[in-house]
């Protein structure tokens, strides 16, 4: 029995390799486009983007001494009003505790303590404006870092390309390069489309359109009665009988045993009238099985060896009756070989882990 946690690894790596593959696919196509709508040469657009990067690179060497000059100097300034802020508080201290009290203040010389007075206001401004003066050029020393580094970065940037220019020699590479430099965000979401599109487009379906769909009417195909098809219990393994007469065409993964008086050939096809469809399907390289005996009824045991938690159901469809099933669900066919009757058997796989197989009898 396979191990749903190896399967499900399985399944996970298989998904993340076609989600690699389609953004190889992407970068590729979106190379060739632009190398399609490239009217110049490569020698020629490689010489003007050298040009066009040197040029970029003296203009941003230039920006970058201009802040970093300007940086510094609103650094030393920084440091300057630092220690005058220290030295400040330091006359500042000094003044408070030569601050006379109030008895002094009643019976002391007027004249000094106006003075002291005004010292003591004086510095408490130059206090203030030092402070303010610490903010300002702190938030200008840090926007002047913030330039410095973003220009750093477009020089770096500059320099990797301006190397990559000069040791280029193949266009591929040079339109590769371009296409990701250009496309790398439709490249991340169609990789991202593909991983998890599916889920999206199922929460829109289950949220949205299953809400709209089961507060209206039932779907009726036609006006008139007619037969409704039985549909028989599910199981992971499902015994079916062929009768006297009776042939199945069915794949050759979902037969578990046969009775052996049933006559066992190959055959490649269904119906050699829509080969194509029936590729696409999925029904090909078929086990036909015949009760050719008339002496009761053969047992046929159906499972999917595949997937050994996958669930089979047998429905039923009278003469007359209809059933709406995927074309790709077919597992196998049942007919009788005297008559124009068909017992179709359909293994119907659903989505989200959600798994029924569905043996059904159609009247063709």
Not at 150 to 176: G, I
Not at 192 to 219: D, I, K, N, P, S
Request: net charge positive.
């Amino acid at each position: 029995m396979e191990n749903p946690a190896l399967a499900f690894i399985s399944k996970l790596a298989r998904k993340l390799g076609m989600a690699v593959l389609i953004a190889v696919l992407t970068l590729v196509t979106y190379s060739l486009w632009l190398f399609v709508q490239d009217h110049a040469g490569f020698e020629e657009h490689r010489s003007k983007r050298m040009s066009q990067v040197e040029g970029d690179r003296a203009k941003f060497r230039t920006e970058l001494s201009e802040v970093s000059q300007k940086t510094n100097v609103a650094t030393a300034m920084l440091a300057a009003q630092k220690q005058r802020g220290e030295q400040i508080e330091k006359v500042l201290k000094t003044l408070r505790e030569l601050d006379a009290g109030t008895l002094e203040r009643l019976i002391g010389d007027k004249e000094q303590q106006a003075a002291h007075d005004a010292q003591l206001a004086k510095t408490v401004v130059m206090q203030t404006e030092t402070q303010t003066r610490i903010v300002e050029l702190q938030r200008e020393v840090v926007l002047g870092e913030r330039v410095r580094a973003e220009l750093e970065r477009k020089l770096e940037e500059l320099d990797q390309e301006q190397s990559q220019l000069k040791t280029e020699n193949y266009a591929v590479m040079h339109y590769l390069r371009i296409a990701w430099k250009e496309g790398k965000g439709l490249i991340y979401a169609v990789f991202f489309t593909y991983l998890f599109g599916w889920l999206a487009v199922a929460a829109c379906l289950y949220y949205g359109w299953a809400q709209l769909a089961v507060r209206g009417h039932a779907v009726r195909l036609r006006k008139t009665e007619v037969a409704l098809p039985v549909i028989g219990e599910s199981a992971v393994s499902v015994d079916h009988a062929l009768w006297p007469g009776e042939r199945l065409w069915v794949r050759r993964r979902f037969v578990q045993s046969v009775d052996s008086a049933l006559t066992r050939r190959r055959r490649l096809l269904p119906d050699w009238k829509r080969p194509f469809s029936w590729w696409l399907c999925g029904t090909f390289g078929l086990v036909e099985l015949r009760n050719e005996r008339s002496d009761g009824e053969r047992q046929v045991v159906f499972t999917n060896m595949n997937d050994p938690f996958a669930e089979l159901a047998v429905v039923a469809v009278p003469d007359g009756g209809s059933f709406v099933v995927r074309a790709g669900f077919v597992m196998g066919l049942i007919a009788d070989i005297g008559r124009r009757h068909l017992n179709r058997e359909v293994d119907a796989r659903g989505r989200d882990g959600i798994k029924a197989r569905i043996i059904k009898r159609l009247g063709l």
